[in-house]
């Protein structure tokens, strides 16, 4: 296809200026599929590992603030899971709602429920990484499983699915999908669709052997790595990043699995108002930069090559345009839009995502700019808070 877009290039060449256009269009062209079909397609097209049929011990940890609609909707249905030996532990930080009586309640009823209380001023810390630091120690098995007290398990299988790797003796890490529950309106798509990107990123990355990041509203990994690479220590100080930062610095091509069946998914509801959106996002990006330097440049140039892909056109047809040059133009970008939409239809079936397919070529071009409003806002000093 290059070859052949090279050659009849070739015959409409007016000059070297128009040849470096014509060259670095294609480059970019390149860098594209390789992403689409090097890189993303190893997870679209991969199967279910088969594991040893183990029941490993599992700790849940959850970290609550003033969250008694949340655990008294959720909490029940990872209580109830179809597994024969886990605890839940859950970490109350500093409630002032009705939580510790929702918490007594409930461990009456189920005797494997933790409480973990913490108060004001107990410690010289805070943040949701010293809450989630306790837990995890307080935990008495070593596989530690982490949601959020507003995410729910989509099966009563969720434990037994994410746990399932371990019986890998290699595995250190297991990265799991957390959805949102799909809502009517403009602002569902665009946090769905930005969840499913951000997935169908992280999956594949990681069956490409280059794990980066993983996302704490489904996320499994052992207490001895936690204890060991000192938990959170080396990023306390960055309001994000108990997820995707401790994956970040812990993760590696032998120690990390994926878990994507159905099964395994949570559910969580999104932000209602774009506003609170906005502020979500803009927190989650602030971790971004303490990346390992080769995470960042390719996760840079994703974004960077699509809006040149896209932007370079307009120039090559506001200086050179003829009919040739057009035809030839719209072939390559009818291409990668074809393939772009392959992929994600692809990863909409295997994460069970449903109508986000028609619009997500707009989609993508907007979080290029969101993403990057977001990160120029990030400039500023940030400030430590639980969320």
């Known amino acids: 296809m290059l070859y052949c877009s090279c050659m009849i290039f070739g015959q409409v060449i007016q000059d070297q200026d128009q040849l470096y256009f014509y060259v670095a269009f294609l480059s970019l062209f390149l860098i594209q599929m390789i992403f689409f079909w090097g890189i993303f397609s190893g997870f679209v097209f991969s199967r279910k590992k088969s594991y040893s049929d183990t029941s490993l011990p599992v700790s849940v940890v959850i970290c609550a603030r003033n969250e008694y609609y949340n655990l008294e909707k959720n909490l029940p249905a990872i209580l109830e899971q179809d597994y024969p030996n886990f605890e839940v532990i859950v970490v109350n930080d500093e409630s002032d709602d009705d939580t510790v009586g929702l918490l007594n309640d409930l461990s009456r009823k189920y005797p494997n429920l933790i409480i973990l209380n913490t108060e004001k001023n107990s410690n010289f810390f805070n943040g949701k990484k010293f809450s989630l ?78 794990p980066y990041m993983g996302v704490g509203r489904n996320l499994a990994y052992r207490k001895s790595l936690f204890m060991k690479s000192k938990g959170f220590v080396s990023h306390y100080h960055v309001n994000s990043g108990d997820d995707d930062l401790f994956i970040n610095q812990n993760a590696t091509s032998k120690n990390t699995a994926i878990v994507f069946l159905p099964e395994s998914h949570t559910i969580s509801e999104s932000k209602r108002t774009f506003n609170e959106w906005f502020f979500q996002k803009k927190r989650h990006l602030t971790t971004g930069k303490y990346y390992k ?64 397919l028609l619009f997500s070529p707009f989609y993508e071009i907007y979080f290029i700019f969101f993403n990057t409003l977001l990160m120029l806002s990030n400039t500023g000093k940030q400030q430590n808070r639980w969320k």
């Open 133 to 210: 630091s306790l837990g995890i120690k307080s935990a008495h098995h070593e596989i530690v499983l982490l949601t959020d007290a507003d995410c729910q398990p989509v099966s009563k299988n969720w434990i037994k699915e994410m746990q399932a790797p371990f019986s890998r003796a290699a595995t250190d890490i297991v990265l799991g999908y957390g959805a949102y529950e799909p809502r009517k309106g403009l602002l569902d798509k665009l946090i769905r669709y930005d969840t499913l990107s951000i997935a169908l990123q992280y999956f594949s990355f990681a069956k490409c052997k280059m």
């Open 293 to 356: 330097w080769w995470h960042k440049s390719l996760l840079t140039l994703l974004p960077l090559s699509t809006l040149g892909f896209y932007s370079l056109p307009v120039f090559i047809l506001l200086f050179y345009r003829n009919f040739m040059t057009l035809i030839i133009i719209g072939s390559v970008i009818f291409l990668r839009l074809i393939t772009q939409l392959f992929i994600v239809k692809k990863a909409m079936i295997k994460l069970k995502e449903r109508n986000l």
